[in-house]
């Protein structure tokens, strides 16, 4: 920004804006970054990043780091969003009936002030309002949708992110949206309508706040505690779908919630189900929005779950369980020959997708669904026991409503395993799931490394891995993804490459999105696409080689890890790594 109207001006709207801020840490953050740039000469590349537009809806609603500006998270963005979304389900409304909304929040920095401006804003408006009694799990916030019948609900999260973040899920229900879509995050156009009623150019005190009139939710212990609801919905849930077989629930279990909020619920579900040898992670039993044991909360990232593991040598546990800050996700580690190992999301799906095709009562109506970027094996399986199976977009808010779910995941340790209960992922009820698994296998002296064997034997090695490419601007995922259609590989891993589809292209089998998909002659398939929530570049790799017998399966294994280092090498190489 070079000219001094352009820069008068940029100064002038952080005025406007730190004058409107209700929040006094914003608001002084603000103006200190105003008073620095008294020097002409001073760079507005701070100021430019935070107003250099508005927050927008994503793969998971909006998500950026706290601040002060219309490109962070901070209570002026979020009483625009309510409002915003408030217009939205007035006018879908028409006069007819009085939106119900439930509100929930994790125990991030500001969740519980963010959540508690919503519920204002909506309850001004003249909404009937639920305000969850306390930071709860995504996932049942998600299920308080249906179970109380709303119309919108909203979760105040970050879900995985670095502590600095925050963010807001909205998910539909109720008279605005039917069908499989009931209880659904948002999606396309529904994303873009609420968009189009945010505001920026009213004044921010003209958005009318309540001061009191929604309605608390029971507490822990008390009558209709939604918690307490939840956690019997999925105890009902995972009960259907567990065979009559031997069971020992006393096998040693380890659990974190890596400082978020799911673990009393994650423990609550399993002592209820009979789990009775729990050992929880006392670093990290607790929420924290800092969360200070690990670098980052995601239990796919380097170290996260060192803790756990440690804990699980000590214990001589035979199953650790570990969820992301808001319970969404469930990440499962076994120790195997060589010691303990977490789990791909790929594998722990196909092991989720067999046994529940085993066990389904409605065989004949079951409906498995992946998304795109995940493993072709639940295909499969789904065509051995005579399934339907869709494929979908990346994202849960695609899953989820896929009609008639029986089943649904994501590589990303997403699990869907009772649609019923809760139409989004769910790190809860894929925890309780997968230790009744492993409590059957342990009554046999087996662990999950045997459904592991058998999946092999049966569908053919499915190997996965991923290149994901951490960029500092968002227009380097930009050039990234030119560079591939303009130059896209001949081979990948010694096979040539048989098929490229742009994703983005119009016509295709699903919606468009930005993404390229080779697939080569040998079964190798890879999918580049930017992420939806982070600024990276996501590479999914996948090789497949079928069990023939020509050597043991440990020997099959190497060669088809060995193809995988291939294909990553000719990833790399093609995106000039």
């Known amino acids: 920004m070079n000219s001094g109207n352009s820069r008068d001006a940029l ?19 603000l103006t200190t970054l105003i008073e620095s740039l ?7 590349d701070e100021l430019e990043d935070r107003f250099g537009g508005t927050l927008e809806f994503g793969t998971a609603g909006l998500r950026a780091a706290l601040g002060a500006g219309p490109m962070r998270m901070n209570r002026v963005v979020v009483r625009r969003t309510a409002a915003g979304l408030a217009e939205f389900l007035a006018t879908k409304a028409a006069g007819a009936y009085v939106p119900r909304v439930v509100v929930g929040y ?9 959540a508690l401006e919503s519920a204002s804003v909506f309850t001004a408006r003249g909404f009937e309002v639920l305000l969850m009694p306390s930071a709860l799990p995504t996932p049942v916030l998600a299920f308080s949708v249906r179970h109380f019948d709303a119309d919108c609900g909203v979760m105040v999260t970050a ?12 998910y539909l229900g109720g008279r605005v949206v039917a069908d499989s879509g009931q209880g659904a995050q948002i999606v396309t156009p529904l994303d873009q309508e609420i968009a189009a009623a945010i505001d920026y150019s009213v004044p921010l005190s003209d958005i009318p706040l309540a001061q009191s009139g929604w309605t608390m939710l029971p507490e822990a212990g008390e009558d209709d505690d939604v918690a307490a609801a939840y956690e019997t919905a999925v105890a009902d849930a995972v009960a259907e779908l567990v065979t009559d077989e031997a069971t020992d629930k006393s096998l040693p279990i380890v659990l974190t919630p890596l400082h978020g909020v799911g673990g009393r619920t994650m423990e609550n579900v399993l002592r209820a189900a009979g789990f009775t040898n729990i050992h929880v992670v006392a670093e990290q039993a607790q929420p924290d929005p800092d969360f200070p044991t690990v670098s980052f909360p995601n239990p796919e990232e380097a ?47 196909s092991i989720f997708g067999e046994y529940i095709a085993q066990t389904a009562s409605t065989k004949a109506q079951a409906v498995f669904a992946n998304s795109i970027v995940s493993s072709r094996r639940l295909a499969a399986i789904a065509a051995a026991h005579e399934f339907a199976h869709e494929e979908t977009l990346t994202g849960f808010k695609w899953i989820s409503r896929v009609p008639g779910l029986t089943f649904g995941y994501e590589e990303a ?15 809860i009820s894929a925890g309780l799931l997968i230790a009744e698994i492993a409590a059957q296998r342990h009554a046999l002296g087996q662990t999950l490394q045997q459904d592991l ?64 998909k080779y697939s080569t002659a040998d079964g190798t398939r890879v999918i580049v696409r930017p992420s939806g929530t982070e600024p990276k570049l996501k590479c999914y790799l996948e090789v497949h080689l079928e069990a023939d017998g020509s050597g043991t399966l440990d020997e099959q294994r190497h060669t088809s890890l060995e193809r995988l280092s291939a294909v990553r090498e000719n990833v790399s190489e093609s995106l000039g790594l």
């Not at 125990?107 to 963010?114: K, L």
């Not at 879900?159 to 909205?170: L, M, T």
């Not at 058998?454 to 090695?461: F, M, V």
């Open 413 to 427: 340790l997403g699990y869907c395993v009772a649609p019923d209960v809760v139409r989004d992922k769910d790190g």
């Open 38 to 44: 008294t020097d002409p000469e001073a760079s507005l």
């Open 453 to 516: 064997d058998d999946l092999d034997l049966k569908y053919g090695l499915y190997s996965t891995d991923q290149l994901s490419v951490r960029v500092s601007s968002l227009d380097l995922l930009g050039a990234m993804m030119g560079r591939l259609r303009n130059n896209p590989p001949d081979s990948l891993g010694g096979s040539p490459v048989e098929s490229i589809v742009d994703l983005s292209a119009e016509g295709g089998a699903l919606p468009p999105t930005d993404g390229m």
């Open 11 to 29: 100064l002038e709207r952080a005025r406007h804006w730190a004058a409107e801020d209700p929040d006094q840490q914003t608001q002084d953050e």
């Open 159 to 170: 879900s995985h992110n670095p502590p600095q973040d925050n963010g807001y899920k909205v």
């Open 303 to 349: 170290g996260a779950i060192d803790m756990a593991l440690a804990l699980a040598e000590s214990v001589d546990a035979a199953l650790v369980i570990a969820n992301d800050p808001d319970a969404d996700r469930c990440a499962i580690a076994i120790n195997g020959v060589s010691g303990w190992r977490m789990l791909r999301g790929d594998e722990l799906g």
């Open 106 to 114: 994790d125990a991030r920095h500001d969740s519980y002030e963010f």
